[in-house]
């Protein structure tokens, strides 16, 4: 009879999990940005507004719109009941504006099933619309203490270098990372989430993908990965191009209906191509068609009855 052998640990038996608990948290504590959203004065709706514009966004441009929002919007009720027009436009140019809309929905679900409070439980907020895995997570530990395991990008690069010696992770966050990024957690409450924020911090600043500065890392002396040489990613990931996508030109259409308010759809090339938006592309006449009907499909513009685009009312 064959023996199965026997599944190979999450932790490898080499890891001193404590001494990597204590590594990472003491420079923590000494490097951590000072971010608003991590102030204990931060409301959990602060926490949920900052989680969904951090998503593919830099920390340098979400700091002055999260400021604003939060001014503006300081609860969900405010934001659940604020024209839509006034949400895209206050989105400004943080990127994938239906993340806007996006929070406009969870705002208001909030206010009808919460009243009006961001619920602690993790699985209200993954109930909420546009709320996944991962930003219900965050908002546990991060806005109320539940030690959650928080698993984006800068997490599973960290542990994947530093527990199991590979350059990168996978695209995909698979279950073997999440139950490897789970038996890390420390089992004290308080230090389970100051390490969910000190493992991302510590990919974000140190641990980086493409220029990670190991003679600044805590965890250079017992990585696996810098103990195994170093070796370089099994998959290269390919940067995400820009130019001369839709993408590109579908930001430049909102950048233009931002600025001015109402353009005329037949105005659209002229306008848009003389906001310089899109360097030296010019996209033909069915890429133009192209990003104007999905912007109108998605509910990012509406167009009124003398044919121009709008913000949706």
Same mark, same amino acid.
């Given at each position: 009879?064959?023996?199965?052998?026997?599944?190979?640990?999450?932790?490898?038996?080499?890891?001193?999990?404590?001494?990597?608990?204590?590594?990472?948290?003491?420079?923590?504590?000494?490097?951590?940005?000072?971010?608003?959203?991590?102030?204990?004065?931060?409301?959990?709706?602060?926490?949920?507004?900052?989680?969904?514009?951090?998503?593919?966004?830099?920390?340098?441009?979400?700091?002055?719109?999260?400021?604003?929002?939060?001014?503006?919007?300081?609860?969900?009720?405010?934001?659940?009941?604020?024209?839509?027009?006034?949400?895209?436009?206050?989105?400004?140019?943080?990127?994938?504006?239906?993340?806007?809309?996006?929070?406009?929905?969870?705002?208001?679900? $909030? *206010?009808?099933?919460?009243?009006? !409070? %961001?619920? @602690?439980?993790?699985? /209200?907020?993954? =109930? &909420? #619309? +546009?709320?996944?895995?991962?930003?219900?997570?965050?908002?546990?530990?991060?806005?109320?203490?539940?030690?959650?395991? $928080? *698993?984006?990008?800068?997490?599973? !690069? %960290?542990? @994947?270098?530093?527990? /199991?010696?590979? =350059? &990168? #992770? +996978?695209?995909?966050?698979?279950?073997?990372?999440?139950?490897?990024?789970?038996?890390?957690?420390?089992?004290?409450?308080?230090?389970?989430?100051?390490?969910?924020?000190?493992?991302?911090?510590?990919? /974000?600043?140190?641990?980086?993908?493409?220029?990670?500065?190991?003679?600044?890392?805590?965890?250079?002396?017992?990585?696996?990965?810098?103990?195994?040489?170093?070796?370089?990613?099994?998959?290269?990931?390919?940067?995400?191009?820009?130019?001369?996508?839709?993408?590109?030109?579908?930001?430049?259409?909102?950048?233009?209906?931002?600025?001015?308010?109402?353009?005329?759809?037949?105005?659209?090339?002229?306008?848009?191509?003389?906001?310089?938006?899109?360097?030296?592309?010019?996209?033909?006449?069915?890429?133009?068609?192209?990003?104007?009907?999905?912007?109108?499909?998605?509910?990012?513009?509406?167009?009124?009855?003398?044919?121009?685009?709008?913000?949706?009312?």
């Amino acid at each position: 009879m064959d023996v199965m052998p026997a599944p190979a640990p999450l932790v490898p038996p080499t890891v001193d999990v404590p001494r990597l608990h204590d590594a990472v948290l003491g420079w923590f504590a000494v490097h951590a940005r000072d971010l608003p959203w991590r102030s204990p004065d931060c409301s959990p709706w602060g926490v949920l507004v900052s989680e969904i514009m951090l998503q593919q966004t830099p920390v340098v441009r979400v700091l002055p719109r999260w400021r604003e929002w939060l001014e503006r919007w300081p609860t969900p009720a405010d934001l659940a009941v604020a024209p839509t027009a006034d949400v895209l436009t206050a989105w400004d140019r943080l990127g994938y504006p239906r993340r806007s809309l996006r929070l406009q929905e969870a705002a208001r679900a $909030v *206010v009808e099933r919460h009243d009006g !409070r %961001v619920p @602690a439980d993790p699985a /209200a907020l993954r =109930a &909420l #619309p +546009g709320i996944g895995e991962y930003t219900a997570a965050a908002v546990a530990s991060f806005a109320f203490g539940v030690p959650e395991t $928080v *698993v984006d990008t800068n997490v599973r !690069r %960290v542990i @994947a270098r530093a527990v /199991a010696g590979e =350059a &990168l #992770p +996978g695209r995909s966050l698979t279950r073997a990372e999440m139950r490897r990024a789970q038996a890390l957690m420390p089992e004290d409450p308080a230090r389970a989430n100051a390490w969910n924020a000190a493992v991302m911090e510590l990919g /974000a600043l140190v641990c980086t993908a493409r220029s990670p500065a190991c003679d600044r890392c805590p965890l250079a002396e017992t990585c696996a990965w810098v103990a195994a040489g170093s070796p370089p990613p099994v998959e290269v990931p390919r940067g995400q191009t820009w130019a001369g996508t839709d993408r590109q030109v579908r930001g430049a259409v909102m950048a233009a209906v931002r600025e001015h308010g109402r353009v005329a759809e037949a105005e659209v090339p002229a306008v848009v191509v003389a906001g310089g938006r899109l360097g030296s592309h010019r996209p033909d006449d069915a890429q133009w068609a192209r990003c104007v009907a999905g912007l109108v499909s998605d509910g990012l513009l509406a167009r009124d009855d003398d044919g121009g685009l709008t913000f949706p009312a």
